[in-house]
C-alpha cells in the first residue's frame, strides 16, 4: 500500500509540480478545519500529500463510493450532505480534538471563480471555535480533470500552486439569531477565500508586457484578443505587433521616459501600449476630449514634450485644430508614418523576438493618466504596473469570468475603468475585448453588443441610460455582467434595465488613484443602493467630519493605490499612506459601503470630473473681476450640472461660451446655467459659503 501511495504521489507532484506556500501556518494542536476552493477532481488528492496526515478530509457519500481507491490513502468522514445529524457527526470529531478538511463551496467550480459557500462549515466553525484555514488552490481549473472544457484553454500539465492562508476564527454574537449568525459566518469564508486567492496571485515588481507574454502562452498564440471596427488581432499579432513598434519607437524616444499617447479605444492603442511597456517608456494617456490648452498643461505637468497619434483618428475626430495647436510646443509623431517606415529586416527581427519570448526591457514600469481633482491645472496620477495588475487581481478574485466571455469597451482608455476593467484585465486574463472608440453612440452600442455576442459591458449611470433608450429589449440578450461606476447609478436607469433587458446592473466605485476600481456589487455579494464591498487586500478607515454624524471621509490603502502625483510646477509628489478620496461614505455591518456626497470641490458630468475652481477662475478671466462661486446641482441626464452664481447683472452666459470656445477649453467647463444673485454668502472666515449656495439652488428649483 506504501509503495502504490508513493507511486501516486510522484506520479501528481511530476505532473503538476506544485508550488506550496504557508504549510508552517497549520497548527493541529487545536481543534481545526481547513476550507480549500474546489477547482478540480484532483484537489483532495494533491492537498492529501501536503497537509497533515491527522487532518481528515470530509466526503460526500457518492463521491466516496467513486473514489474509494484513493481513500483508502487517507483519513476520511463520509457524510450525507441532506442528513441533518451529518452536522452533529462533524461537530463531534472537531471537538474530539480532530481536524476535518472541507470544501466549503460543496462542489467543484463550474464558473472559474468561487461559488456560494454552504453555511455548514461556518457553523461548524462558529458552534466549535475551531481555528480555521484558508487554502487557494490555483491552475488545477485548468487541467483536464477541471469542469471547465469549452470556457478556459485546458492544459495537460498546468502550473499548480497552493496557498494557505492567515488562520482565523469565528464568534458567536448572542445578540443575532443563529440564522444571521450562520449566514454571517458563510459570508465571513467567502471573503476570507477571495482574500486569499488575491494574495495568492499576486507579483511584485510587474511589467504588463511580461504579462501579456504569459498570458499568450497559457491562452494560446491564436486565440483572437482584441477587436475594433476595422481590425481585429489574436496574441501572435498583438506581441509581433508591439515587438515592431517598440523597436521602431526606441530611437526616436531616446531620453524622453515619458510619452504622451493621444488615441481612441482601438487595437492601434492597444499595440501602442504594450510596445511602450516593453521598452520601459511611462505612457501617459492624453484626454483627446480636452482642449488644446488643457493639454499642453497636461504635457507640461508631465514633462511631454512628444506625443504619439494617428493621421486616421485626427481627421475622423476633427480634432485637426487641437494638433496645430500643440505642434508649435510637442513633437507629433504619426503612427501611421512608423508602419511604412517598417523594413522587411524589422518585420524578421521582430519575429525573432516574439519566437524567442523576449520580455521586456524593465525600467519604471509605470503609467500617467491625468484627473483634475479639486486643482484648476490637471494633476497626473502616477500608477505602477503592479497597481494595475493588484486591481485585476482584485476584481478577478470577486466576479467569475473565463476565455467564453467577451467584453464590450466604449470606455475611453484616458478613463482609468476604460483602460484597467475594460482593456488591460481582459487582454491579460485571456478574454477577447471589443473596442469601441466612443460611448456616446447609444444606438450604435447597443446594436454592436448584440452583434458581436458581448457577455460584459462596463459604463456610467449617464451612459448606460442612453444605451437604455435606444436599445431594441432583445439587443442585451448575451450580456451576463453590466457595470456601472464613475457616477452615482441611478433607481430609474437601474428599473429601465431590469424591465427592458432582465439584466441586473452592478454598481462599483473608484478613483484613478486606486487604479481605479475600490469596491464593487457581485453576484455573491450585491447590494442595491451602495456601491459594493472593499476590493480584497484593501484596508479603510473613515475619517470623522465636522457637523457630519454618520460616517465619514473614506480613506484606503492597498496595492493598488498610486505611487504618487505629478502636480503641475512641483513634479512628483510621492502618495501618503492612506489615500483620502474626499467622499463622504457610509459603512453597513455586512462591509458595504454608500456614497453620501464628495467633500472635494469638483462635479462629474457624464463620468468627467470638472474643477469648480477652474470655472471659477475661466469666469473671472473672462469678465475681469472676482463675483463668482461654481456650485453643483443634480441632473436628471448627466448626473450633476453646474450652476455659476455671480454679483455681476451685466454678464451673460453666452459671453462665457464663446469665450471658452475661442481659448480652445474643453465645453465640460461650460456652467449648465448662470444665476445672478445680490452678494456671494461668506463663511466666518471670508471664504465663500458654498453649502448655503446649494442650499439656495434646491429651493429655486423647488
Not at 574 to 583: I, N, R
Request: proline share 5%; charged share 20%; hydrophobic share 40%.
Amino acid at each position: 500500500m506504501f509503495l502504490v501511495h508513493a507511486f501516486l504521489k510522484a506520479i501528481l507532484l511530476l505532473w503538476f509540480r506544485p508550488r506550496v506556500q504557508g504549510l508552517r501556518k497549520i497548527d493541529l494542536s487545536q481543534p481545526s478545519i481547513i476550507i480549500p476552493n474546489h477547482v478540480s477532481l484532483l484537489d483532495a488528492a494533491l492537498l492529501s500529500f501536503f497537509l497533515p496526515k491527522e487532518a481528515a478530509f470530509v466526503v460526500n457519500t457518492d463521491i466516496a463510493k467513486k473514489f474509494s481507491f484513493f481513500l483508502r490513502f487517507r483519513k476520511a468522514i463520509a457524510v450525507d450532505p441532506l442528513n441533518p445529524y451529518s452536522i452533529r457527526h462533524m461537530l463531534r470529531v472537531i471537538r474530539s480534538g480532530e481536524t476535518l478538511v472541507i470544501f466549503p463551496e460543496g462542489r467543484i467550480t463550474t464558473t472559474g471563480g468561487l461559488m456560494k459557500i454552504y453555511s455548514g462549515v461556518g457553523y461548524l466553525a462558529m458552534r466549535t471555535g475551531a481555528t480555521v484555514y484558508p487554502v487557494a488552490i490555483q491552475g488545477l481549473e485548468r487541467s483536464v480533470f477541471s469542469y471547465l472544457k469549452g470556457k478556459l484553454r485546458l492544459l495537460w500539465f498546468p502550473q499548480v500552486s497552493i496557498s494557505v492562508g492567515t488562520p482565523f476564527t469565528i464568534e458567536r454574537d448572542e445578540a443575532l439569531s443563529m440564522r444571521e449568525q450562520k449566514a454571517g459566518a458563510s459570508d465571513l469564508i467567502l471573503r476570507t477565500l477571495q482574500d486569499e486567492l488575491f494574495q495568492s496571485r499576486m507579483k511584485q515588481n510587474v511589467n504588463l508586457f511580461d504579462e501579456v507574454l504569459e498570458a499568450a502562452r497559457i491562452n494560446g498564440a491564436r486565440m483572437e484578443i482584441a477587436k475594433d471596427m476595422t481590425s481585429a488581432i489574436n496574441y501572435r499579432t498583438l506581441l509581433i505587433g508591439s515587438y515592431l513598434l517598440g523597436e521602431k519607437l526606441k530611437a526616436r524616444l531616446l531620453g524622453k521616459p515619458v510619452v504622451g499617447v493621444f488615441l481612441p479605444n482601438s487595437v492601434g492603442h492597444l499595440i501602442t501600449l504594450t510596445s511602450l511597456f516593453r521598452i520601459g517608456k511611462t505612457p501617459a494617456i492624453l484626454n483627446f476630449s480636452l482642449g488644446a490648452r488643457s493639454l499642453l498643461e497636461c504635457c507640461e505637468t508631465a514633462h511631454i514634450d512628444t506625443i504619439l497619434t494617428s493621421r486616421v483618428f485626427i481627421e475622423k475626430g476633427k480634432l485637426e485644430h487641437v494638433i496645430d495647436a500643440m505642434e508649435p510646443q510637442m513633437n507629433i509623431v504619426y503612427l501611421e508614418d512608423l508602419k511604412a517606415s517598417a523594413t522587411t529586416l524589422d518585420k524578421l527581427a521582430a519575429l525573432v523576438r516574439y519566437m524567442t519570448r523576449q520580455k521586456a526591457q524593465s525600467l519604471e514600469n509605470e503609467l500617467i493618466l491625468f484627473t483634475s481633482g479639486s486643482e484648476s491645472k490637471p494633476k497626473g496620477v502616477v500608477l505602477t504596473h503592479t497597481n494595475l495588475y493588484a486591481n485585476i487581481q482584485q476584481v478577478t478574485s470577486v466576479i467569475d469570468i473565463t476565455s467564453r466571455d467577451k467584453f464590450f469597451n466604449a470606455l475611453p482608455m484616458f478613463h482609468s475603468f476604460g483602460l484597467t476593467a475594460g482593456t488591460l484585465l481582459p487582454v491579460i486574463k485571456g478574454i477577447p475585448v471589443f473596442l469601441y472608440p466612443s460611448p456616446l453612440h447609444y444606438k450604435a452600442i447597443s446594436e454592436l453588443v448584440y452583434d458581436q455576442n458581448a457577455t460584459i459591458l462596463f459604463g456610467t449611470s449617464t451612459f448606460m441610460a442612453g444605451y437604455g433608450r435606444m436599445a431594441h429589449p432583445y439587443n442585451f440578450y448575451s450580456l451576463r455582467y453590466v457595470f456601472a461606476g464613475a457616477e452615482k447609478l441611478k433607481d430609474d436607469v437601474r428599473k429601465l434595465w431590469m424591465e427592458k433587458f432582465g439584466v441586473r446592473i452592478f454598481e462599483g466605485y473608484g478613483a484613478t488613484e486606486t487604479a481605479p476600481i475600490l469596491s464593487l456589487n457581485t453576484p455573491l455579494a450585491n447590494k442595491p443602493g451602495t456601491v459594493g464591498r472593499l476590493m480584497p487586500g484593501m484596508s479603510y478607515r473613515l475619517e470623522p467630519v465636522e457637523g457630519i454624524e454618520k460616517g465619514g471621509q473614506l480613506l484606503v490603502k492597498g496595492p493598488n493605490v498610486m505611487k504618487g502625483y505629478m502636480i503641475h510646477g512641483q513634479g512628483f509628489v510621492p502618495a501618503e499612506e492612506w489615500y483620502q478620496t474626499g467622499d463622504l461614505v457610509e459603512a453597513d455591518r455586512d462591509g458595504f459601503l454608500t456614497i453620501q456626497s464628495r467633500l472635494k470641490r469638483f462635479a462629474k458630468i457624464g463620468g468627467e470630473m470638472v474643477s469648480l475652481n477652474l470655472v471659477e477662475e475661466l469666469a473671472m478671466t473672462c469678465f475681469g473681476h472676482s463675483g463668482f462661486a461654481a456650485i453643483t446641482v443634480s441632473d436628471p441626464r448627466k448626473g450633476e450640472r453646474v450652476l455659476l452664481y455671480t454679483t455681476d447683472e451685466t454678464v451673460q452666459l453666452s459671453q462665457l461660451r464663446a469665450y471658452l470656445s475661442e481659448k480652445q477649453y474643453s465645453p465640460l467647463l461650460i456652467p449648465g446655467a448662470m444665476r445672478h444673485i445680490k452678494e456671494l454668502p461668506l463663511l466666518g472666515s471670508g471664504k465663500t459659503d458654498y453649502v448655503s449656495l446649494k442650499q439656495l439652488a434646491e429651493s429655486e428649483r423647488e
